[in-house]
């Protein structure tokens, strides 16, 4: 922590990790500058409310693959938040057990550009914005009605700051695909995290 400000100032990233890759970690790591944090928490999702229907692997090993992911950032941390607790898990409450966890901290939610263009869908959106700042990397394809956003969350437009992280154009869904068709990860998630697959026989059949 910062002692001229003072505060602790942490990045939350959420998400199932499933599994961890290099977009990922470019937006923790460019939220963690340009937002001068002093941690970024990654938080797996035990079951996101908003993928019900596809099965999601067993979180000891999202756990895993995200430890081996951060390892060598000393400034990304797990947290388990939303894991040792029963379901669904919604942000607003993830916020909020945060700021139990880490009394007086500011938080600063990391997210794409396509989950802002669907923020009014989620739950308690101001609840969201009163708890934490939005950290914002932008996704091609993907812009939201700041306009609407305003409107149905008034102040969202100051507790929003844009990142300025590289287009990577990686995603689970295509990683675990690859794995199933037996194609390389390599420059798409870090070593270790694809050496985890390959040992545990992740994504082989889904």
């Not at 003072?6 to 599994?19: E, I, N």
């Not at 009014?120 to 939005?134: H, K, M, S």
């Amino acid at each position: 922590m910062s002692e001229k400000r003072g505060v602790l100032r942490l990045g939350v990233l959420g998400g199932t990790f499933d599994p961890p890759h290099y977009g990922h970690l470019a937006l923790a790591e460019n939220g963690r500058v340009q937002l001068r944090l002093d941690r970024v928490l990654f938080v797996p999702a035990r079951q996101p409310p908003h993928k019900p229907s596809r099965p999601i692997t067993p979180a000891h090993h999202r756990v895993a693959m995200v430890e081996a992911a951060i390892a060598d950032n000393p400034a990304f941390l797990l947290s388990r938040v939303d894991l040792d607790r029963t379901g669904p898990h919604y942000t607003v409450e993830t916020l909020a057990l945060l700021q139990q966890e880490y009394p007086g901290a500011e938080l600063y939610f990391l997210m794409g550009g396509d989950s802002l263009a669907e923020f009014l869908t989620w739950r308690d959106p101001a609840g969201i914005v009163r708890q934490a700042r939005l950290g914002v990397m932008r996704r091609p394809g993907y812009e939201p009605d700041l306009a609407a956003l305003e409107r149905m969350v008034p102040g969202i437009r100051e507790r929003l700051v844009w990142l300025d992280v590289p287009r990577l154009d990686i995603s689970a869904s295509d990683l675990r695909r690859r794995v199933r068709e037996g194609l390389p990860l390599r420059y798409l998630a870090p070593p270790t995290v694809e050496a985890y697959i390959r040992r545990q026989h992740l994504y082989e059949g889904c």
